[in-house]
């Protein structure tokens, strides 16, 4: 998972905005303008380049406050939707971006900002800025606070949300991807409303099983969602034995899951992470429109 001695690595090697040229803010959106000549999966990215989704910051009414999200959708239609939980930096330009690309494939998309009891977002404007700024020790209180019982209240006032938009269809179920921090927050939302979340998709998830009360490992039983767990290779290597774990715990809670180590390091699919990896990025990106065709 995102650790302080991760952030003290990236800020000695001196990451910059400039450090991560094509991979900052900037390099995200060609990036992702790229993948329209990649095939099936940048089919979103034209679309969201041809001006057929519509995309913008919205007021959420969830547990604890207004949430200052962001909402995606194709202009016209009704589409599953998907709610996107950022990682440890939070709601910024790359993951609008990302859930712009997502919209073009059909789905409605809502990314929360996961520290709105705390602080309006973006709080951080890439991950640069986040090592730069010391983000890992500003965010540490607001991050406390997010725990299963918080993020399945916000789960629930999400998806009410969601349910009275007008691009969203609300016979088809909901999916829920989150990156880093958020991986969890996946398995919790599928778990606080199972009658509405059928899939849930964690990319290098943090504590996806702990000791503690709640671990999302222990939640299978109580959601009706498929899965896909996609597991970092240097997270692996520091506990070999959870991608075991959660196979079994999905299979005995008899919830289809597609559990997977990819050959990259944690936070791969993010494009302004500095360990960003294009080509695994994609991989991971078919396997979540994969799981959304089968669940969604």
């Not at 009414?61 to 990682?87: C, K, M, Q, S």
């Not at 240097?234 to 990819?262: F, Q």
Request: charged content about 15%; overall charge neutral; hydrophobic content about 45%.
């Amino acid at each position: 998972m995102c650790e302080e001695a991760m952030l003290r690595r990236w800020a000695h090697e001196e990451l910059s905005r400039r450090t991560f040229g094509m991979a900052g803010v900037a390099g995200a959106a060609g990036l992702l303008a790229a993948c329209a000549a990649a095939g099936p999966a940048g089919a979103g990215a034209t679309a969201a380049a041809s001006g057929t989704v519509r995309g913008g910051r919205v007021n959420v009414p969830l547990a604890e406050g207004t949430n200052d999200a962001y909402f995606t959708a194709l202009r016209t239609g009704r589409h599953p939707a998907v709610i996107l939980w950022p990682d440890i930096a939070s709601l910024r330009p790359v993951f609008t971006q990302m859930a712009d690309r997502l919209a073009g494939h059909g789905f409605a998309v809502l990314v929360l900002n996961p520290y709105y009891r705390d602080t309006p977002a973006p709080v951080f404007a890439d991950f640069a800025a986040f090592v730069a700024q010391g983000g890992f020790q500003r965010v540490g209180p607001w991050r406390s606070r997010l725990t299963a019982e918080t993020i399945g209240a916000d789960t629930r006032a999400a998806v009410a949300w969601l349910d009275a938009q007008p691009q969203v269809d609300t016979a088809r179920g909901i999916g829920t991807q989150g990156y880093c921090m958020g991986g969890p927050f996946t398995f919790w939302s599928a778990a606080a409303i199972p009658q509405r979340v059928r899939a849930a998709a964690s990319f290098h998830g943090g504590g996806l099983v702990t000791d503690n009360p709640g671990s999302p490992h222990t939640t299978f039983g109580a959601t009706r969602a498929h899965y896909l767990v996609a597991i970092s290779q240097d997270d692996d290597a520091k506990a070999p034995t959870h991608k075991t774990i959660l196979s079994e715990a999905a299979a005995a809670a008899g919830r289809p899951a597609v559990v997977e180590v990819y050959p990259a390091d944690h936070g791969w699919t993010v494009p302004d992470s500095p360990v960003y990896d294009r080509t695994q990025a994609e991989r991971a990106w078919e396997a979540l429109l994969a799981l959304y065709a089968r669940a969604l």
